[in-house]
């Protein structure tokens, strides 16, 4: 675990990409002061052929060799110093320096000849350390070339250069465990706060969802992410609130009907003696029987189509058409309350979009099913079909003029099993879930339903649906296409 845990990648990936730049960086740093210290003793070598001229001019006395002693005595350019002919035969040498000669190469007297000074590096077989060379050619007219060559040996640039390579490899080893030790305090100093944020994570259970973590003022990203986690939490708070709400709503809807079942069928036993008795109770029976019947299926329904076990079959239908048809059969549930059910398709042109046409069907008859119910004999409900060209959606009003919606209750008429006004929606037969069946497949069609409504006036149903179907539809469209 100690191998796995972050502080040790941590320090171990800091310490890595250090010690890579940390070599890189000698790598460097060794080819640069070996190129300078080499280009430092080039350019005194050089100088040598600032004085050509004067040399030639004192080989074309009697004492040329003596001239040229004493021109390398005065400037001291070079550790060895010799002339030489295009045969490589010496003429002469700085004093005490002839021992410690290399053999001539004619290859580079040659090459001299025809380009000029050439610099090159020569193995010292009687040193520690290889010689840099300048052979430079000197021209003396009638007589024939000769050639001097300078000698340097490279000890003042290997020297620095061990040195270097020692340094380096003394301190390496050092400079890596110092590196280490501040990688694994400084990860523990960064990972700090992930820790704290970790105990108090698990210091919250289910009993303890109102906590919140507490958030840095940095604003860095530790301080987003205890913002992240908080807003889960409240998400979680807020689904195991619904969620008890949903397991005590739903009891009591199934509790109600089996508790009058049990009262009516006790009864039945001990009273009961004709059959018509019998059969009125039994038919109360089976009103209760149904109503446990619409509640589970409907929760059925809902819990497969948020599982996605009730995948939408999306096809092309005319929502013209849908809602003509829906008008006819609503007209049937107005007639016994003489509410006035008017269609109003404020479109010039049949409006057909992609969509799942049972499902829509479900959610439209839900809400006029509900305007109905809740407008008072004769009263209006209104459909209407426009179409928003800018969002390309379709947009559809169902709108009454029945009790309304008091605005407290406006936030939560889509949870389920919640009742404006429980004791009128049990005895009109309602089993609470139909608008939140509504919202449920308005949604999985990429859809949105939103509710205006005023206490005494009614109330305004609005659903939007793309026309070109839910996004995931869309997408493998275009894709496929």
Not at 56 to 80: I, L, N, T, W, Y
Not at 203 to 214: A, K
Not at 297 to 309: C, M, N, R, V
Not at 438 to 450: C, L, M, P, T, Y
């Amino acid at each position: 675990m100690f191998f796995r845990s972050l502080r040790f990648r941590l320090t171990a990936w800091y310490t890595l990409t250090i010690v890579v730049v940390l070599a890189a960086s000698g790598c460097i740093w060794y080819r640069q002061l070996s190129g300078s210290l080499l280009k430092q003793i080039d350019r005194r070598l050089l100088k040598l052929t600032e004085e050509s001229p004067v040399l030639m001019q004192g080989f074309s006395e009697p004492q040329g060799c003596g001239v040229f002693c004493d021109f390398v005595r005065r400037h001291r350019q070079g550790h060895f110093y010799r002339l030489i002919d295009a045969s490589g035969r010496q003429l002469c040498s700085e004093c005490n320096s002839i021992g410690n000669a290399p053999p001539v190469d004619l290859q580079i007297l040659q090459e001299a000849a025809g380009k000029g000074p050439i610099l090159h590096t020569t193995c010292n077989k009687k040193g520690p350390y290889p010689m840099r060379f300048l052979t430079l050619p000197l021209d003396l007219g009638d007589r024939e070339t000769v050639f001097l060559q300078v000698g340097t040996g490279l000890g003042i640039v290997h020297e620095p250069l061990h040195e270097l390579r020692t340094l380096l490899l003394v301190f390496s080893p050092l400079a890596f465990l110092a590196v280490a030790i501040l990688g694994w305090f400084l990860a523990g100093r960064t990972l700090a706060p992930v820790e704290s944020l970790t105990r108090a994570m698990r210091r919250i259970n289910i009993d303890s969802l109102s906590q919140r973590l507490p958030v840095r003022s940095s604003g860095d990203e530790l301080a987003r992410l205890a913002d992240t986690f908080n807003a889960m939490l409240g998400r979680l708070e807020e689904s195991f609130r619904k969620i008890k709400q949903f397991s005590g709503d739903a009891s009591h809807e199934l509790r109600t009907p089996l508790t009058i079942l049990k009262g009516e069928t006790e009864v039945a036993l001990r009273w009961a003696k004709t059959p018509d008795e019998f059969r009125k109770m039994l038919m109360s029976g089976m009103e209760e029987i149904d109503r446990m019947s619409r509640v589970i299926e409907d929760l059925l329904l809902l819990a497969k189509s948020e599982g996605g076990e009730k995948p939408l079959t999306i096809k092309e239908m005319s929502l013209s058409d849908l809602l003509q048809e829906l008008y006819l059969q609503g007209r049937s549930l107005a007639q016994p309350k003489a509410i006035e059910l008017m269609l109003h398709p404020n479109v010039t042109e049949e409006i057909r979009i992609l969509a799942d046409k049972m499902r829509l069907r479900q959610v439209f008859l839900n809400l006029i099913a509900n305007a109905v119910n809740y407008t008072p004999e004769n009263g209006r409900v209104e459909i209407s079909l426009s179409v928003d060209d800018e969002k390309d959606e379709a947009i559809v009003k169902v709108s009454d003029t029945g009790i309304g919606i008091p605005a407290e209750h406006l936030p939560h008429i889509f949870d389920r099993f919640y009742r404006v006004d429980r004791a009128r929606n049990r005895e009109d037969g309602g089993t609470g879930l139909g608008l939140a069946i509504v919202d449920s497949f308005v949604k999985a069609h990429g859809g949105r339903v939103e509710v205006f409504s005023v206490p005494g006036e009614g109330s305004v149903f609005t659903v939007y649906l793309p026309r070109k179907g839910p996004r995931m539809h869309s997408e493998n469209n275009e894709s496929s296409s």
